[in-house]
């Protein structure tokens, strides 16, 4: 299986294989629980606008479709590659099981800078893209959503794609779209507002108070600056945040108005403050109730878990913490309550999937429900998170994921392999 390699589909798979252990799973079933069903890589030239073309290399990785169609997020990102697309949908696939939603997991993208094109080259590479993929996806089939660099406008630009090829508007190609454009109430702060409210729930647990905790928040794109806006919301003061060109903290507490009014106004953090500017590799350490690692991959590692000083670790990003920093956190004798990733970012998934059944029976909710039948879900997942730690003392990132590989390996089983 040498096609998956890479450090972040090594991390993937060492998680899966810790939980396997755990459930007993014969070393015979374990690749076809594990390997993707699908990986397509294409080419993506596009006119650039100095006249120039240029390649660019994209990619969709479908996990499983035992469950029902394949879901998952589609990235633009200059260091993508074909390895972090698979680990990106085995945690997918792991992710809706925990939530019982009727999907496998898929992700994609293209390796380009999404900050260093124009927008009508950006239209140009989306577009071109959905083009290349319309062969492998399809609203029963695969169904895409916004991930880091993407965003509503192209999600819009890879639904009209798909319809005009289709000669007839498809909604329910694409979730994360325009409300204008089929998308639902809601859905762009849905991670955001997912990871606030699991928060809470670990709060709950721990007996502490929302009112005067405090919490620091790394990445501050769609994900990370909503949960910074709902921990605030219930009371919790926001200490540090940073993304990729800037860091901020004071004990004190930050402005999050005025920094939320200044990535409007220039798109980055950058530029806000001279006085508050932290170390990024210092921040995750500092003292705070409440720590959101809302960025990129492996930013916990073996080297500073042991350093981290929070009591709630809520992985708002995908695979923030590794395989080693998960070692030497169970080490802490769980003075850190993590909230993992597959359940802790869920919520744009699950909001995701109400879009898609929006779309397939046009008929909408208003952002109300749509919250309330979120929290549902939520919490379910929570309740069997926790009940699984409780019963078989386990870490809670083995008991999430076991709970995830347990329900689609039931199922692979109860449908037998094909021929």
Known sequence: MTLYTGPVFDMAREQFHTVADYLDIPKGERDRLLYPKRAVAVSVPVHMDNGHETVFQGYRVQHHLTLGPTKGGTRYSPKLD?????????????????????????????????YKLSRRELEAVSRRYMQEMIPFVGPR???????????????????????????????EIVTGKPVSAGGTEGRREATGRGVAHLVGRAMERLQMHPAGATAIVQGFGNVGSVSAMALTERGVRILG??????????AKGLDLPALQRHVAAHGVLAGWSSEAACDPATLLTLPCDVLVPAAVEQVITGANAGKLQCRILAEGANGPTTPEADRVLAGRRGDVFVIPDILCNAGGVVVSYFEWVQDLQQFFWDEAEVLSRLNRVLDRAFNRVMARVEQDHVAHRDAATSIGVQKVRDAKKMRGLFP
């Open 82 to 114: 074909v390895g972090e697309v698979a680990a990106l949908a085995v945690w997918m696939s792991w992710k809706c099981a925990l939530c019982g939603l009727p999907y496998g997991g898929a992700k994609g993208g293209v390796a380009c800078d999404p």
């Open 141 to 171: 089939t695969d169904v895409m959503a916004p991930d880091m660099g993407t965003n509503e406008q192209v999600m819009a630009w890879f639904m009209d794609t798909y319809s005009m090829y289709q000669g007839k508007t498809v909604t």
């Open 241 to 250: 945040v940073s993304d990729h060109t800037a860091c901020y903290y004071d």
